[in-house]
């Protein structure tokens, strides 16, 4: 709350931003950050919005996915190059997104599938406009593609679409937007590695892509879907975020189902078995937000506290290292 950033976990490329390039599985504050108001994490970097408009960086460059004209990484956030009036940023595998206070959106970084969004293949080290979009209400970044809500309540996607992750019915990649089917009502959207849900503005779930762990929550196993099918059974939905194999919804009383993939327990149920339906989080009651990460999950709580569950090879869930089943805090970190 007082703008700073803390981050943990694994720190190969400086990716905690504190300077060095050690692992922690305790929260770590990111260096020279003050004025922060929203943070994204993608697969070995990450960006946060600033006050006054400006986005940083920090962590693996190797595709310009740092945003400040190089390919150098860097363990303390850079600035990206160019950016004034960002509103929000998506950090994705290699390339991250964000949307300007006019509704367009700028993307940077690896576009080898077309993730940019600018009618190009080439890779960017500095932000490009992507294509058409002028009514961009939020972006989220995934494995090669990325997806924008627009203010209509429609959703628009670019880059790779192998498995139907652009929504649009084909299979076919695009380097520049094109809209979902059938979404006229969508208020959020996350992309996960292969597959993306939207949150409805009537409280239920969408998602369409790949769906080799029963990531799209609606009861079939390893049948991808190139347009969007409803999640059963949530209905009073406030926020979504979809991680590699997984995906995880807040409710509007606080608690937080999750489905897909559940090789490291990231669906919080106290099983390592997966599921194709939501199933229930142990313990959370008092959710406001979560994000996903490859096999972790991390929830905000109204108390400011955090709570993590999963994978924990990296130190990712902020504390000792072994796999949890069930939510637990994040050591020493109140966000409030």
């Known amino acids: 709350s007082d ?41 070995y970097h990450s960006c946060a919005v600033l006050s006054d408009g400006r986005v940083s960086c920090w962590g693996g460059n190797s595709f310009g996915q740092l945003g400040n004209g190089t390919n150098t990484s860097s363990a303390v956030p850079v600035l990206v190059t160019g950016l004034t009036n960002a509103v929000s940023v998506s950090s994705g595998v290699y390339h991250s997104c964000a949307v300007l206070s006019d509704g367009r959106v ?47 309540g429609r959703v628009s996607c670019w880059g790779n679409n192998r498995s139907g992750q652009l929504g649009n019915g084909t299979n076919t990649g695009s380097v520049v937007p094109v809209l979902v089917t059938g979404l006229t009502n969508a208020v959020s959207v996350s992309s996960g590695s292969g597959h993306i849900c939207a949150v409805l503005r009537d409280g ?5 892509g ?16 190139a347009i969007p099918v409803l999640v059963p059974g949530l209905t009073n939905v406030v ?30 149920n106290g099983t390592n078995t997966g599921s194709v339906v ?21 929830a905000v ?12 090879d990296s130190g990712q869930l902020g504390r000792w290292r072994r796999n949890v089943v069930i939510p637990r805090f994040v050591l020493q970190l109140n966000v409030n």
């Not at 700028?106 to 993730?115: E, F």
């Not at 709580?301 to 924990?312: E, I, K, M, Q, V």
């Open 210 to 225: 790949y769906d080799g762990y029963g990531q799209l929550g609606n009861g079939t196993d390893d049948i991808d879907s």
């Open 301 to 312: 709580l109204r108390d400011g506290t955090a709570s993590c569950w999963g994978n924990n």
């Open 239 to 268: 926020s979504i975020s979809s991680g590699y194999a997984h995906s995880c919804a807040v409710l509007s009383d606080g608690r937080v189902f999750c489905w897909g993939n559940n090789d490291h327990g990231q669906l919080g």
């Open 106 to 152: 700028s993307c940077w970084g690896n576009n080898r599938s077309g993730q940019l969004g600018n009618e190009a293949y080439t890779s960017s080290a500095i932000p490009v406009l992507v294509t058409g979009l002028t009514n961009a209400v939020s972006v989220s970044s995934g494995s090669n593609y990325s997806c924008a809500v627009l203010s209509d």
């Open 204 to 208: 239920r779930v969408s998602c369409w």
């Open 3 to 43: 703008g700073r950033v803390s981050c943990w976990g694994g720190n190969s490329f400086g990716q905690l931003g504190n300077g060095t390039n050690t692992s922690s599985a305790v929260p770590v504050l990111v260096t020279g950050l003050t004025n922060a108001v929203s943070v994204s994490s993608g697969s």
């Open 278 to 298: 939501p199933v229930l989080v142990t313990g959370l009651t008092n959710a406001v937000s979560v994000s996903s990460g490859s096999g972790h999950i991390c």
